[in-house]
């Protein structure tokens, strides 16, 4: 029985069955009116200035396989330092391409860390799938394509057998918040501007509503916030129905989560507001260590650009002390032809 039916049925066959039939039949009528509403506007894309970045001379260009047959593409950068201390896996913002990568690691590939970027399906320069059109949201298609470019660099010749660290921006953080909570070889991750679906879709109904919903009640505040979410999980298998894909549960993963984990937020986003962030934040309550920096006057995923060397410093901190202390010292691999990667061994 699905979650939300143990709701209804234990107010139906509570100590007051008439209040539950109430509820019951408010939502039913609501979910039959107004779903397919909520629906179309969970599948509205958002209008950003996605970044995006140039190719990067020395960078290794890299194709990663995908369970299902397809080519990733990828970028692999290592830290001119004389050793290295870690690697970085860096998370794609919706939309971007793997050199953006550039604009955020460059603290980090100065600091002693080999940065991976890698693209999803449909984005970049990475294969098409004509099955599939992504959203902002996290599905299972894309944690899918992350597990494989997370398989490389845990297969590579070079691989750091203490595991590795993730750094990503919007849904890329999202992502690396999923990943993180399945493979303990991800020994921290940093986010900013990561965000969940359910923490991001009940406020958002909660604020917008009176749009959709035309009714003579008024104020809507006496309305718990579990109804709103019945009605949202209720479209969103509708979208996940016609677009044969599974929308994941950041929330939950961040719940599993036990790694140190940096949350970066813009002061100003009004996408997903500090709020939002600050709900999926709390659920990391068996993180070995937690913090949620919020940039004054950032919108969304413009902390960098706000705070500058601020950012990057605290940043390559984060990565010093949870990734790069305990990470042993290897010689920088160099490759052996184009295409090819040459094992050295550690010192």
């Not at 979650?3 to 069955?17: D, N, Q, S, Y």
């Not at 490389?152 to 660290?165: F, K, Q, S, V």
């Not at 044969?244 to 993963?253: G, K, Q, Y």
């Amino acid at each position: 029985m699905p979650e939300w039916l143990w709701w209804v049925t234990g107010f139906v066959f509570g100590p007051v069955p008439v209040t539950g039939l109430a509820i019951l039949g408010f939502y039913l009528y609501y979910r039959r009116a107004y779903v397919e509403n909520i629906a179309r506007i969970f599948e509205e894309k958002p209008l950003f200035v996605i970044p995006r970045g140039n190719p990067v001379g020395g960078a290794e260009d890299i194709r990663v396989p995908t369970a299902d047959g397809r080519s990733l593409r990828a970028c692999y950068l290592k830290t001119p330092a004389p050793d290295r201390k870690g690697v970085i896996l860096f998370g794609l913002e919706f939309g971007s391409n793997r050199w953006s990568c550039t604009q955020y690691c460059g603290r980090l590939l100065d600091a002693g860390y080999d940065v991976f970027a890698c693209e999803l399906r449909n984005q970049g320069d990475s294969d098409r799938d004509p099955t599939y059109d992504p959203l902002q949201w996290a599905t299972d298609r894309d944690l899918a394509d992350l597990r494989a470019a997370v398989e490389y660099l845990h297969d590579r010749p070079d691989a750091d057998p203490a595991g590795i660290g993730i750094f990503g921006i919007s849904k890329g953080g999202s992502l690396g918040l999923l990943i993180a909570a399945e493979d303990r070889l991800v020994r921290c991750v940093c986010t900013d501007g990561a965000f969940g679906t359910y923490t991001t879709l009940v406020p958002y109904m909660r604020k917008w509503v009176g749009v959709v919903i035309k009714s003579r009640v008024g104020d809507r505040r006496w309305v718990p916030d579990w109804f709103y979410g019945l009605l949202g999980l209720a479209a969103i298998g509708k979208v996940e129905k016609r677009r044969r894909v599974e929308f994941l549960s950041v929330e939950r993963a961040v719940r599993r989560l036990r790694q140190p984990v940096l949350m970066i937020h813009g002061g100003a986003d009004t996408y997903i507001t500090p709020e939002m962030a600050g709900t999926l934040f709390a659920e990391a309550k068996r993180a070995a260590g937690k913090e949620l920096w919020v940039v004054p006057g950032a919108k969304h995923n413009q902390s960098l650009t706000v705070a500058g060397d601020v950012y990057s410093a605290k940043v390559v901190a984060f990565f010093d002390r949870h990734l790069g202390a305990a990470a042993p010292v290897r010689t920088p691999l160099v490759p052996a032809a184009a295409g090819e990667l040459q094992s050295v061994e550690a010192k």
